[in-house]
């Protein structure tokens, strides 16, 4: 028996279906028997886990970790199965151990590290360790050596998900799942895309797409979407591909297969790419159920930009242009902005804020989304500069999970040595007068009087831009309760 096992994802525990385990198990589906376990649906994860290793009598522990709450939560839940059942064997695989598999084998609790997309390669592990091969030098594996030394295999190729099977959701408990969003009343996620051909120095898909972009087909999605509304009630998905939007014809295809299917939908998409779609397949995705896209937007300086990686045809302008454009079709854009960027993290953070003022006037429902700039394992110009601000990552799985490196993993950190405590409050302040002065669209329990009563409360800070210790904000933003764009929280 092999155990899938899906850290909680967040502190809220919200139920999101674990895709990746999901693809795991595609491929294992009556060849290896297998358990999912989602921390998210379960009260005290490490007793549910105890307990399917034994009912199962299970050797291997599968693991998918991202930074942040997953890896806050299997550090100390494996290194504690470690030492009740010592012969089972852990592996981990995902974001984290992908870019930082040393960290993670030398721990001693992690046997094996699967870097990269790694359903083929998890496969082939589990079968050679049942022949006994313990020692697995292969494409994609990551090890220690009898001697105790790292084995390195590199990244697992990534495998073309037009050719994997379909998802097993009868091995999950799928009406725990959906979900009340925006998009819908029974929200449900997919993944139909893995890569993404730009290859922007920040990005953690770099290193494991190495710009590459691979898809399903426009009928298969569509079949994948009219299969989640017809077996489980979903009337709205959520793509999380890393660029949803590569190709306007697979897009076209799939919004004509699902049209009249009254399903509300949302992914990601490259600004320039999108300016490239014509008015018929903007109004085709509305009629679709097209109803938010997320945009890097990332600068409101083209040389800030281009330090990036973001491409040739990426820029501010355009960011405006796509603002405009998604309020002409009704959908709204939600702008993703990566702050305090080195070597000048003062001046590009008043651009970027002034830069949104913009934005906001352009298209007033555009969803603003900010992060403070955190350097990936990529050599870049950005990362270059933040490591001769002394910048480095953590060597141990201890320090990872650390608080101040579990915040640099949400970039959330105080700890960025470019980053002065000055700008970080600025950001935060200015973030609550923007989200009272222009309260989300996206959130049905915000009545008109509850948004008449933020803006007003807001205006004169927002049109006057003092933004500096904003408590009467803060205390209606706590008395409502509402949703607001993810933040950093500076």
């Known amino acids: 028996m092999l155990i899938l096992y899906n850290p909680p994802s967040s502190p809220q525990k919200k139920p999101i279906l674990p895709l990746s385990l999901l693809s795991l198990a595609a491929v294992l589906e009556g060849k290896h028997p297998y358990r999912i376990v989602d921390g998210n649906l379960e009260a005290r994860p490490l007793d549910a886990l105890r307990a399917s290793i034994r009912e199962g009598n299970a050797r291997v522990l599968a693991v998918t970790v991202m930074p942040g709450p997953q890896l806050s939560d299997a550090v100390p839940a494996c290194r504690q199965l470690k030492r009740e059942f010592p012969e089972l064997l852990i592996v981990w695989g995902g974001y984290f151990p992908t870019q930082h598999p040393e960290a993670c084998l030398r721990s001693q609790f992690v046997d094996y590290v699967v870097r990269g997309h790694g359903e083929l390669v998890f496969r082939q592990l589990v079968e050679n360790l049942e022949q006994g091969d313990a020692q697995v030098d292969a494409r994609g594996v990551s090890h220690r050596s009898p001697g105790g030394e790292i084995v390195n295999g590199g990244l697992a190729e990534m495998a073309d998900p037009a050719q994997l099977p379909e998802f097993p959701y009868h091995q999950l408990e799928m009406d725990r799942y959906p979900r009340h969003t925006f998009l819908g009343r029974r929200t449900l996620s997919h993944h139909s895309s893995y890569g993404c051909p730009f290859v922007c120095n ?95 937007a990332e600068s409101a300086s083209d040389e800030v930009l281009a330090r990036m990686d973001k491409g040739g045809t990426a820029s501010a302008q355009k960011t405006l242009q796509i603002a405009e454009q998604a309020a002409r079709f009704d959908i709204v854009p939600e702008f993703s902005f990566m ?71 949400q970039r959330r950190s105080s700890q960025l040595p470019w980053v002065r405590p000055s700008t970080r409050r600025r950001l935060h302040d200015f973030e609550h007068v923007l989200n009272a002065y222009y309260p989300t669209s996206t959130d049905p329990r915000l009545t008109g009087l509850k948004r008449l009563l933020l803006r007003a409360c807001a205006t004169w800070r927002y049109h006057l831009q003092l933004y500096a210790l904003p408590w009467e904000l803060k205390l209606m933003q706590r008395l409502f309760h509402y949703q607001r764009p993810e933040t950093a929280g500076f």
């Open 202 to 296: 920040f990005c953690a898909v770099v290193n494991l797409a190495q710009g590459r972009w691979l898809a399903q087909s426009a009928p298969r999605v569509a079949g994948t979407v009219q299969r989640l509304s017809r077996d489980y009630g979903a009337d709205a998905i959520e793509f999380q591909d890393n660029n949803f939007f590569v190709s306007e014809a697979r897009v076209v295809d799939f919004a004509e297969r699902i049209r009249g299917l009254g399903i509300g939908w949302w992914g990601e998409a490259r600004i320039d790419t999108l300016l490239k779609y014509s008015d018929a397949s903007w109004e085709l995705m509305r009629k679709a159920g097209l109803r938010m896209v997320f945009l890097g």
């Open 339 to 409: 702050v305090g960027n080195p070597p000048d993290p003062e001046a590009d953070a008043d651009a970027t804020l002034e830069f949104i003022r913009k934005v906001k006037k352009v298209n007033p429902r555009s969803e603003i989304i900010l992060y403070l700039y955190t350097p990936v394992p990529l050599t870049g110009t950005l990362s270059d500069a933040a490591r001769t601000e002394g910048f480095d990552f953590p060597e141990t799985l201890d320090e990872w999970v650390s608080e101040g490196w579990l915040a640099f993993a």
